[in-house]
C-alpha cells in the first residue's frame, strides 16, 4: 500500500497551470516538522490535479497550514548532458484545511467546512459519531 499523509505549510503560492489538452495541475512545496526533532524541516515536493488543484489554488497561499493525502511516486529521466536524476513527489488526492485553522475570509464555518474538504464522505465521520 502507498499512502502518504502530511501536515504542514507551503512553502511558496501555488500556481495553477493546465496542460496543452487543457487538464489543470500545480506543483508545490510542503515543508513539514519532523516528529521527534521540531528543530528539523522536511521540504516535500506535491503535485495535484484538476478540481483539486483548483481548490488548493485559490484557497491556500506561502505559510498556510495544509493538511494532504496521497501517494509517493519517483520518476527517472536524463538531462540534457546525460545525468540520470530521480524525482520524487506526492501525489494528491485529499487536501484539508488543518483541524482547528482560522481562516481570514468572512464565510460562516459551515461553508467553510464545506469548501475546505476535498475527500469522499467517509473522510467527514468525527471520532464523536462512534459510540464507543
Not at 476535498?118 to 464507543?132: I, L, Q, R, T
Amino acid at each position: 500500500m502507498n499512502v502518504v499523509i502530511l501536515s504542514g505549510r507551503l512553502t511558496s503560492d501555488v500556481e495553477l497551470k493546465s496542460t496543452n489538452s487543457g487538464k489543470n495541475y500545480a506543483r508545490f512545496g510542503i515543508a513539514v516538522n519532523r516528529t521527534f526533532s521540531k528543530d528539523e524541516v522536511d521540504f516535500i515536493n506535491c503535485m495535484v490535479w484538476e478540481k483539486k488543484a483548483e481548490f488548493i489554488a485559490q484557497y491556500f497561499k506561502k505559510g498556510d497550514g495544509i493538511e494532504v493525502t496521497g501517494e509517493l511516486r519517483v520518476s527517472s529521466y536524463e538531462t540534457d548532458n546525460g545525468e540520470k536524476r530521480k524525482n520524487t513527489e506526492v501525489l494528491i488526492s485529499n487536501a484539508e484545511f488543518p483541524k482547528g485553522a482560522k481562516r481570514a475570509e468572512s464565510t460562516s464555518s459551515s461553508e467553510s467546512t464545506t469548501k475546505s474538504k476535498v475527500s469522499s464522505p467517509a473522510a467527514a465521520v468525527e471520532d464523536d459519531d462512534f459510540p464507543f
